[in-house]
């Protein structure tokens, strides 16, 4: 019982520490969005998303909860940087974004892979933000959505493949908790964690 509680409160640990290195990160990735110069094409106060790749990161790792509090903390540092309504904005975008990547990485299909879920996530942060605008100033910001939808493909499809790139140093730099989420087939974690699937060949592993 005692070697069980200690392994609890060793991975529950990690589990905080991961999740503090991510909102960092997150943060990180946030302020380089700000300082960047605007372009042109892109509809007013549109960003890259880049900091999206550590709340992606913490739903496939992780699980739900600590990807929440990743976009909250996103939010808040965007409401102390830019306002209240931006920080409104990050949050209900960053929200409903991280419920769509955490239910579509349920469904543990080969088409919501990393690149289907950046994809999904974007368009799902770009149309909270969207809803939010048209409440909160004109409904006449709707004529942004087909750039929106088009952006957040394109940038969607860009923050998937760089976190398909950088997964393995990540899993190498981060103390992310090792927890069995076998079980059968269609059903949830008990500790919510999702991972990506794992293909042992040839004595090997490697990411799915």
């Known amino acids: ?68 509090g990743i976009a909250l903390v996103k939010g808040v540092f965007a409401g102390l940087t830019r306002g209240g309504l931006a920080m409104l904005m990050s949050l209900s975008g960053g929200f409903l974004s991280t419920c769509v990547i955490f239910l579509l990485a349920r469904l543990k299909h080969p088409r919501f892979g990393f690149l289907g879920l950046g994809i999904s996530g974007a368009l799902a942060h770009n149309l909270g933000q969207l809803l939010t605008a048209s409440l909160l100033t004109t409904p006449a910001v709707a004529w942004y959505a087909p750039w929106l939808i088009g952006f957040g493909v394109l940038f969607g499809a860009v923050t998937g493949i760089i976190l398909r790139v950088t997964m393995p140093v990540l899993n190498r730099l981060l103390p992310s908790p090792s927890v069995d989420t076998e079980g059968e087939a269609g059903s949830i974690p008990s500790d919510g964690i999702v991972r990506p699937k794992e293909i042992k060949s040839g004595g090997r592993e490697k990411w799915n």
């Open 1 to 68: 019982m005692q070697h069980k509680q200690t392994d609890w409160r060793s991975s529950a640990a990690r589990r905080v520490a991961v999740t503090g290195l991510l909102g960092a990160l997150a943060l990180a990735l946030s302020f380089l969005e700000g300082v960047l110069p605007p372009i042109p094409v892109l509809p007013p106060g549109a960003k890259l998303g880049l900091s999206n790749i550590a709340v992606l990161y913490a739903v496939q790792c992780l699980g739900f909860w600590p990807a929440m």
